[in-house]
Structures are given as C-alpha cells and as structure tokens.
C-alpha cells in the first residue's frame, strides 16, 4: 500500500473512530436525557447524603415515598443520592425546624405544615429559579398549596408535598333510606341533620369538633367565614373577623351546636380525631374533614362493619348561593438556607413532588396500612387510574381545590390562631358570639401592634 | 494512752480535710461541667432573655434589652394572670385531693394484714403510670359517649348521665386534678403507712384506756404527730402541681377556653407556640420565683428534720 493509500485509511479510521465517539456520545446522552421525573442526568450528585425534617411517617404517602427514595430506591437508582428522613414526632416538629432553621446545619430539606410557615420562611431558600430552569409547571397546583408556599416577597420557598382539601363524608345507606339529597351548603346540612335525627334516633346528625387543640376548631369556621365573604384580617393585616358577616357566620358555626343541636354537645371537647370516632363508629350520619381519611373510610379495621362501604362523600358545604371557599392545608416542602447540599436537596425536592411519583403513591392499594389517595397535583387527581383506585375522591378534591384558601400569611399566625380557638371553643360554651368575637378582635390587634404590621 | 483515742476519735468522727487534693477536683469536674452545660448555662441564659426582646418570628437572635418590661407586661396580660389564677386552684384542689384521699387510704390499711399488704403493693401501680398515658386513658374513660367513668357516673348518679367532664369549666378542671390524685395519692398513702407505723401504740392505747374515741385519737394524736411527713408531702406535691403539663395538653388543650391553661402550659405556648422568648423567659422566671420558695420551704425542712 502507498503512502497515500496508509493515509486515506488512516484519515478514514480516524473519522469513523470521531463518528463512533460521536454517535456513543450521543446515544448516552439520549439515553440520559430520559431519566424520568426532571431529574437531573449523569447523576452529578451520586454519593450525597441529604437530611430531611419531616414527621409522621405513620401517613400512608410518606411511608411510602420513604420506602422510594430511602436506601436502595428507585431515587437513589437514578441519582446516587441518598436521603435520611428525619421522623419527628409530630408535636415537637414545629420546634425542631425552628431551631434548626435558626441555628443548626443538620437538615437540608423540611417539610412543614401551612400553619408555620410564617415563622421558618426567612430561613429558606427561594426556589424560584429553579422551578423555572426545570419547567415545573405552577398552575398544575392549587394556587392556596402555591401561596402558602411563598414568603412575603412572592418567592416560592415550598412546593406542595401533602395537602388536602375539605371534604363532606356522609353515609349512602342512611340519605339513600330517607331519600336526602347531599347537602351542598351549611344551611342544607342543617336540614339534612335535623331530619336523621327526626328519623334515625340514636344516630346524630353531623360530627363537629369545638376543642382547643392546634386550631382544628378552625377548619371549619372559616369556611364558614369565607363562605360568607368574611375574612380573618383585611389587606392591612386588621382583624376584621368580628365585622357583621362574621358575626352572622361564627353565629351559624355556633347554632349547628347549641341552637338546632345537629352534633353531640360534647363536641366542645371533640378534635378531629374524636369527631371522626362519631363516623367510624356509627354514630354520626356526616363529618367534614380532610380527604385522607377516606382510606380509613375504606379500611375494615378501622371502621365498624355497618359503616364499610357505606361512606359517600362530596365536596364541602359552602355557604348559600356563594362559591364554596375552604381552607386547603398543606405540608409546602422546601430546602434550609443553611444547606450545603441544596442541589441535591432539589432533586429530592422535584421527585417527591412530580406528579407521577404522587399517582403511583396515590394509586398503590396494595397495603391498606399505607394506601392513602393524598395526591397534589390538578392533572393528578384528574387521573383515570388514581380516581379508580381512591372512588373518584381525587376528583371531587380538585373541584374543592380551585375555590380553596390559605391562612392568613403574617409571622404572628400562631399567636393569632391561639387566640381564635380559645375564643371559639368559649363561644361554644356558650358565651356570648359578638361580644366574644370583639374581644377576640382586640387581642389580635394587640398582637398585630406588637408585631409591628401597623401602630 | 490519751493521745491515740483521741486520734482515733477524730478519724472517725470527723471528715478528712481534702481540699487541696487535686485528684478531688479531677473527679468533680466532669459532673460539674454537665450541670453547669446543662443547668447553669440555661437558667443564666433565660434570665438574661427574659430582660430582652426577643421574637423568634422577627429576628433568629435575641433584640436589645427592654428592662422590666417583660416582666410588667405580665402583670397585664389577661392570659398570664388567667394561668396564674388556674395554677393556683390546680394546686389547692389536687394537694388537698391526694392528701386527704391518701390519709383515709393509709388509715385503712395501717393494720398489718395480709389482705392489706397485698393492698399496700398494688398502690404504687397508679404513680408509675406515665402522665401522658394517664391523659389518654383519663380522656377515654370521661368520653360521654363511650367512657367507662362516664358510664359509671351517669348509672350511679342519673342526673350526671352525658355529663361533659371535660366540657365544664371547673369540672375539666377537677377532672385533670383526679387524674393526678389517681397516681399520687396511693404513693402518700404508702409514706403515711410508714408515718403512722413510727407512731409508738402505746400513746393510742393510753388514750383509749382514758376514753377516747377513734375520732378524738385521729385529730388530737395521729394528725398531730403525722404533721411532720404531710407537710412535707404537701411541699413535694405542691412543687409537682405546678407542672402539671401533659394531661392538659392530651386532656384539655387548655380549655374550655382557657379554663385549665395552666402556667407551666402557657409558659410552653408563649415560647414554642407564639415564639416570644423574651417574654416566655419573664414568665417562667416568675414560675421560678413561687416554685423556688416551696423549694426552699422543703429543703429547709428536711434539713431540719436531718439536724
């Protein structure tokens, strides 16, 4: 072979050797491009440990999202990242972040409930950029889960990991028997509570919960509240809950106990948790609580045998001719400033709360223990096999979704909730509801002097 | 023959003087550095916070110095002299609830029998209750609906059949003083037990051959000479009382209203609820105050009794 020969077949290896690095290259890359969930490909973490502050893992979703993303996972698979949650009890989780927001290093992601955000958002990263790099689409949310995820700036510093919207559980059998129809407002509730009562002795009409404890007795006073077109505090931040339409809806929270009597009167000192007792049991024909518990609804060991499968459930009564207006909890997740993995921490963040590893989380009914149809995402709770495997509760959920509210977004939220359920727990008792709300109104303002909102 | 008697008397009677033995110190050290890490640090710290603005919702560090305010705020604060007030009827009631419960029981089981030895042992089963389980069960048994203590009311004396326990001012209040008598009074009943057996019987016995009756020996011999051990049951119980925390937070969440808001509970809810560490630390600094003077009320009577 000549010279020139040698180097044409030279040249021409050289040039397949670059075609074949090229198309290798590309096939990789191709291939990395695909990794599900917006995740990042090359795992360019691979071998980060991340902490993070959670509680509860006895909720069926997080046992399960910590099962798939804990060591082993299918996350850990595809970033190389692997993530410690942190189970705190419940009652000391508040303090815990708080500290740690403040002071600490330890955690690099948290999840927190709506109620406290107020407090712990100085301490945590916006992640505005990010979800914009990362084409997360925001209005696939509810826009109650976004706001209570934003600090006072209007950065994003939660995306919705849990939440759950109001939802009105009724028992088919007893409204099929006497031909009610579902109520669609507190006042029809009333009608229909009256009525099983009237016909169903023994059986109580609705299951509400008066108690002080962590504010639950304020679910459903501000639906109420805002069914009414009343408000907790104007866009000053001035209480304005004790005005004429507030009075009027507090009154009417107040009389489904102690003027028409629809509910036991020991639910002054009922929470959520005994209320729902009523129900489980077979002694109360409605409650009004989150839709989480629908998997409880459907669990024989938790329910008595009267009561399984007999549970419908519709979207929470709203207030006369007004668009229902319900309060949305949600647990925003988010990434500590004091993180030094906060990359990481995103991934993490972008997997828990992609709405496909929320519909296989919603849709597992594999383990009664851990099914819970909890899901965050519009296009999620509109999902066919999601609503067939939680009964079409998804779907009722996003319906409530898109009227629900936040609490009110000021640092002092939890000075003014205590106030707030103290109060109402007294009106309950029996004091007297405008003469309370006004006082109630007054310590706010105190508390809102205090805190610098206005002098 | 003096000299080493008195030597010998000296070495037993009195204590070595170690005071410049260094290894003394080695040893102390690490016990000290806890207490001081874990006891001084904090109560110096607090006390300096409770001069200081500080809200945790505003600022992740304590703010100027206020002076007294935090303390004068108190004294206007509806909710701390409502937790002032429920502390102060928390205590009388539940002191004086498992002292005289715990007398009667000791009195009935003073006498050595078998049956009452058997009795004395099952006492202390209630005190080592742990006071968050004694919420939830005592919340349980009260349901009016499903309660077992409710149920049993309610047959024994119709008139309080549904009666809410926890649904009454004064009721939820006697109700989370019950469930500390529960537990406390059978612990007394054991100290009295052992009082009234220190008790020389021939002081009773003389009295009954003077006529006496039962009555007259309890208030004139026994109370007398037993008063030395319930006062200072009283301090102890007194002290404990106005902790009393868990069962308000598993029974009563404070209410209704703010009925059973102890100070030990809005204590908590200033600091770990509303976030006003400077605040939170006046107030527990007042808590300090009264506890501390039945605290010294105590040791000063023990000592006393030591002497």
């Known amino acids: ?455 | 023959m003096d000299l080493p008697q008195k030597s010998s008397a000296r070495s037993v009677g009195k204590p070595r003087r170690t005071g410049s033995n260094p290894l003394r110190w080695a040893l102390l050290t690490p016990a000290l550095l806890v207490i001081g890490l874990t006891v001084i640090y904090p109560l110096l710290s607090s006390f300096v916070t409770s001069f200081r603005n500080w809200q945790l919702i505003n600022s992740p560090s304590p703010g100027g110095f206020v002076g007294l305010d935090n303390y004068t705020r108190a004294f206007t604060d509806e909710g701390f002299l409502n937790s002032l007030k429920v502390s102060a009827l928390y205590v009388l009631v539940s002191v004086s609830l498992s002292l005289i419960l715990g007398l009667g029981i000791a009195l009935l089981l003073s006498k050595p029998t078998r049956l009452n030895t058997f009795a004395r042992a099952l006492l202390i089963f209630p005190f080592a209750v742990a006071p968050v389980l004694k919420g939830f069960s005592w919340r349980f048994m009260l349901n009016p609906e499903y309660g077992v203590y409710a149920k049993m009311v309610g047959t024994v004396i119709p008139p309080l059949k549904g009666y809410l326990w926890l649904g009454h001012d004064f009721s939820a209040l006697l109700t989370l003083a019950m469930s500390e008598v529960w537990g406390w009074a059978p612990l007394f009943a054991l100290m009295f037990i052992g009082a009234l057996g220190s008790i020389p019987s021939e002081i009773t016995e003389a009295a009954r051959v003077d006529g006496a009756t039962g009555w007259h020996i309890f208030w004139r011999i026994t109370l007398p000479l037993l008063a030395p051990v319930v006062y200072i049951v009283a301090l102890l119980k007194i002290i404990s009382a106005l902790k009393m925390f868990d069962q308000v937070v598993i029974m009563t969440g404070g209410g209704p209203g703010n009925a059973t808001q102890t100070l030990y509970y809005y204590i908590y809810q200033l600091a770990f609820r509303n976030l006003d560490m400077g605040y939170a630390s006046a107030v527990s600094y007042l808590l300090v105050v009264v506890m501390g003077l039945f605290a010294f009320l105590y040791v000063r009577t023990l000592l006393r009794g030591r002497s």
Request: net charge positive; glycine share 8%; with cysteine.
């Open chain 1, 1 to 455: 072979m000549n010279k020139v020969g040698k180097a044409f077949w030279k040249r021409l290896g050289l040039a397949l050797g670059l075609i074949l690095v090229l198309a290798l290259g590309l096939v990789s890359v191709n291939a990395q491009g695909s990794i599900p969930y917006e995740l990042k490909p090359g795992k360019p973490y691979n071998g980060t440990k991340i902490k993070f502050l959670i509680c509860c893992l006895a909720a069926g979703q997080f046992a399960q999202l910590s099962k798939l993303t804990g060591e082993g996972s299918e996350f850990q698979q595809l970033t190389g990242i692997t993530v410690e949650w942190e189970n705190t009890p419940y009652e000391s989780l508040q303090q815990k972040i708080l500290v740690e927001a403040t002071t600490g290093n330890t955690y690099d992601a948290v999840a927190w409930v709506d109620a406290w955000g107020e407090a712990i958002k100085p301490y945590l990263l916006p992640l505005n950029d990010r979800i914009k790099a990362d084409k997360i689409d925001l209005k696939d949310y509810p826009s109650a889960y976004i706001q209570a995820g934003s600090d006072a700036q209007g950065n994003i510093v939660g995306l919705p990991l849990r939440g759950h919207p109001l939802i009105l559980f009724y028992r088919k059998d007893i409204f099929d028997e006497l031909k009610l129809s579902v109520p669609k407002t507190w006042q029809e509730v009333i009608r229909a509570a009256q009525t099983i009562q009237e016909k169903k002795p023994g059986m109580m009409g609705i299951a509400m919960y008066y108690k002080v404890n962590a504010g639950q007795n304020l679910f459903l006073w501000v639906s109420h509240l805002w069914g009414n077109g009343g408000d907790i505090l104007d866009k000053n931040y001035h209480p304005i809950f004790n005005d004429e339409r507030g009075v009027q809806a507090t009154q009417a929270y107040i009389d489904l106990l102690r003027k028409y009597k629809v509910t036991s009167p020991a639910a002054t000192t009922y929470a959520e948790t005994e209320s729902s007792t009523e129900m489980f049991q077979g002694r109360a024909a409605m409650w009004v609580g989150w839709w989480w518990y629908w998997a409880r609804f459907s669990d024989p060991k938790t329910v008595v045998p009267q009561v399984l499968g007999k549970v419908g459930f519709a979207p929470a009564p709203g207030w006369g001719n007004n668009p229902p207006q319900t309060y949305a909890l949600v647990w925003p997740i988010g990434i500590f400033k004091n993180s030094k993995k906060a990359d990481a921490a995103w991934e993490f963040i972008k997997y828990v709360t992609n709405t496909d590893v929320q519909k296989k989380v919603a849709s597992n009914r594999s383990d009664p223990a851990v099914a819970d149809n909890t899901i965050v995402t519009f296009s999620g709770m509109e999902d066919p096999k999601v609503n067939e495997a939680n009964g079409g509760i998804p779907k009722v959920g996003a319906e409530v979704l898109r009227t629900a509210r936040t609490l009110p977004l000021v640092r002092t939220w939890a000075e003014i909730q205590s106030v707030l359920e103290v109060g109402i727990n007294q009106m309950a008792n029996g004091a007297d509801v405008r003469e309370t709300l006004n006082r109630m109104a007054k310590d706010v303002d105190a508390i809102q002097k205090r805190a610098g909102y206005y002098k």
